[in-house]
């Protein structure tokens, strides 16, 4: 449970703000992922990085904006968010793209 | 299109009885197969994970799952459920395209009444 923390755990914010999620995980891995998990719909994938390089994923917003300074930490940049972007983000992490994910907490986004 | 479908939103079991949870996928190749559970306010924990071979897999607390090809399915099962396995469950197969991409169910909520 603690291999992948993520910061803070639940957060409010208005439209005009700027705010960052953290995401840390302590496994080892080289792969990080950001997903979405909105009520009633699938997780959706919105980045990955792999040895630090950035893998685009052209379906998200640019309001969105995320961060990999080395492999153990990964951040979404938020600004000028809508009320639809309210969900739980979560972070998660493999040893390879092509390993099994291991998912942090989450952080609970509401955007008033 | 590559996809996963739980058909049940919520399953509603006694504890002491058998529980399964249904998954049905539609992916090109050979599925890569998962199953994860979500806690309330929690993360996703991995369950277990399909890949080749035995077609009975093996995972945590307990739960253990059955690939069935001809059906296309990889349901859920535990033969004596627990009132802490109530919590939300995902099924997900690894995208053929994407090594790096799950596509996951809409999930399917486990009660276990006492």
């Known amino acids: 449970e603690t291999g992948v923390t993520q910061t803070p755990r639940h957060l409010v914010m208005g439209m005009t703000n700027k705010k960052s999620l953290k995401c840390e995980q302590h496994?080892?891995?080289?792969?990080m992922y950001w997903y979405k998990q909105s009520a009633k719909k699938p997780l959706e994938l919105m980045f990955v990085?792999?040895?630090?390089?950035?893998?685009e994923n052209n379906s998200v917003p640019s309001r969105f904006s995320p961060e990999c300074p080395n492999s153990s930490h990964l951040f979404l940049h938020l600004h000028t968010l809508q009320p639809e972007d309210s969900a739980l983000y979560l972070c998660a992490s493999s040893q390879g793209r092509a390993e099994t994910q291991y998912f942090g907490p989450g952080t609970r986004l509401l955007v008033l | 299109a590559q996809s996963v479908a739980q058909p049940e939103d919520q399953v509603n079991v006694a504890e002491g009885n058998p529980l399964t949870v249904k998954c049905t996928y539609s992916?090109?190749?050979?599925?890569?197969l998962f199953w994860y559970v979500q806690y309330p306010n929690r993360g996703l924990q991995f369950l277990l994970k399909y890949i080749t071979g035995d077609n009975l897999v093996k995972g945590s607390y307990g739960f253990e799952a059955e690939f069935n090809k001809s059906q296309t399915s990889f349901h859920l099962k535990k033969p004596s459920a627990l009132v802490s396995d109530s919590a939300l469950y995902f099924c997900?197969?690894?995208?053929?395209?994407?090594?790096?991409?799950?596509?996951f169910g809409t999930g399917t909520r486990l009660q276990v009444f006492p």
């Open positions: 496994l080892g891995h080289n792969a």
């Open positions: 997900a197969v690894r995208d053929p395209r994407r090594t790096d991409k799950l596509i």
């Open positions: 990085y792999s040895l630090e390089e950035r893998v």
């Open positions: 992916v090109s190749g050979n599925p890569y």
